[in-house]
C-alpha cells in the first residue's frame, strides 16, 4: 500500500474544477477608465503573485476560499488528514499577501 487513499471521483471531479478556475475581473458599470485601469493592475499583480504559490498553496486557496469547500474536502483531495489542512490556508493567504507586498503593494 502506497499510503494514500483511493481517489472519491467526486473529490477528482473538485480537484479539476479547481485547477481550472481563473481569477477574473468583472468591472461595475459606473466604474471609471482610470478606476478600471487600476484594477487591472492589481488584477496582474495578484496573479502573478498567485503563479508564484506552490501548486499545494495555490490549490488550498482556491478550493476553499473561492469554490467554499470545506477542510475536509480538500483534505480527501489532496490525501491529508484534516489536521495537517488545518492551518494550510491561513499559510497560503499569508504567503500570498507577502508577495503581494513585495510586488509593489498592490490593494485587492
Known amino acids: 500500500m502506497t499510503g494514500k487513499r483511493p481517489v472519491d471521483p467526486a473529490c477528482d471531479q473538485r480537484r479539476r474544477n479547481v485547477q481550472q ?20 493592475e492589481d488584477l496582474a499583480a495578484l496573479e502573478a503573485c498567485f503563479r508564484n504559490l506552490s501548486d499545494e498553496h495555490r490549490h488550498v486557496i482556491v478550493a476553499m476560499r473561492l ?29 500570498l ?3 503581494m507586498r513585495t510586488h509593489g503593494g498592490a490593494r485587492i
Open 67 to 95: 469554490i467554499g469547500q470545506s477542510h475536509a474536502e480538500v483534505a480527501a483531495e489532496m490525501g491529508r488528514s484534516v489536521d495537517a489542512v488545518g492551518m494550510l490556508p491561513n499559510r497560503a493567504l499569508a504567503r
Open 97 to 99: 499577501a507577502r508577495l
Open 21 to 40: 478556475y481563473e481569477l477574473r475581473a468583472v468591472p461595475s458599470p459606473s466604474a471609471s477608465v482610470g478606476g478600471l485601469a487600476m484594477k487591472n
